[in-house]
T-cell receptor
């Protein structure tokens, strides 16, 4: 699976949008971009994933560049409960390797009042 | 649904003792995963099962670790003998069979649901 690069930390004001970047310049055509987050002392939680089109769900939006070498997770209105470590993961979409999620260091996001 | 259930939530044991961690996946899920998280190494996949069969155990650190899934609703991770360097939070996760690659985003078919973890301390 391709390697991802994320900033180690970022701050965000409550109520503002949080834009979390992820670089995956070696991504291949059949690899998906996944985002998970981990609130302190809890298990990771799935947020969203995509292949090449932008995606939106009730939690966040995922913007993938046209060349797919980078992506941005957008939390539209950050709340204090969004303080967590956010992981960007690239993984193949085939059933042979589907199960393996490789978590990196992630980005520690702190939402401040 | 109660989500993924793990027990115990906390375990303190002495070096050399056998430790058994337990996991009950979400009903109907086909896949079960065991992860370990430490400050030094982050979150690592140890092993995962599909329909109770181990698919990939390449992350299991050594022979002291073993995992079983005797049925669709129960799995164990055993460490024998335990060592202080095994101290970590162990997570179990489960998921359903994924949707077709390139198809619509069905989060229920692609995401892994994690349990609350077991914090293991080996003295």
């Amino acid at each position: 699976d391709a390697k991802t690069t994320q900033p180690p930390s970022m701050d965000c004001a409550e109520g503002r949008a949080a834009n979390l970047p992820c670089n995956h310049s070696t991504i291949s055509g059949n690899e998906y971009v996944y985002w998970y987050r981990q609130i302190h002392s809890q298990g990771p939680q799935y947020i969203i994933h995509g292949l090449k089109n932008n995606e939106t769900n009730e939690m966040a939006s995922l913007i993938i560049t046209e060349d797919r070498k980078s992506s941005t997770l957008i939390l539209p209105h950050a709340t204090l409960r969004d303080t967590a470590v956010y992981y960007c993961i690239v993984r193949e979409g085939t059933t042979d390797s589907w199960g393996k999620l490789q978590f990196g260091a992630g980005t520690q996001v702190v939402v401040t009042p | 649904d109660a989500g993924v259930i793990q027990s115990p939530r906390h375990e303190v044991t002495e070096m050399g003792q056998e430790v058994t961690l337990r996991c009950k996946p979400i009903s109907g899920h086909d896949y079960l995963f065991w992860y370990r998280q430490t400050m030094m190494r982050g979150l690592e996949l140890l092993i995962y099962f599909n329909n109770n069969v181990p698919i990939d155990d390449s992350g299991m650190p050594e022979d002291r670790f073993s995992a079983k899934m005797p049925n669709a609703s129960f799995s164990t991770l055993k460490i024998q003998p335990s060592e202080p360097r095994d101290s970590a939070v162990y997570f179990c996760a489960s998921s359903m069979l994924p949707g077709l690659a390139g198809g619509p985003v069905f989060s229920a078919y692609n995401e892994q649901f994690f349990g609350p973890g077991t914090r293991l301390t080996v003295l």
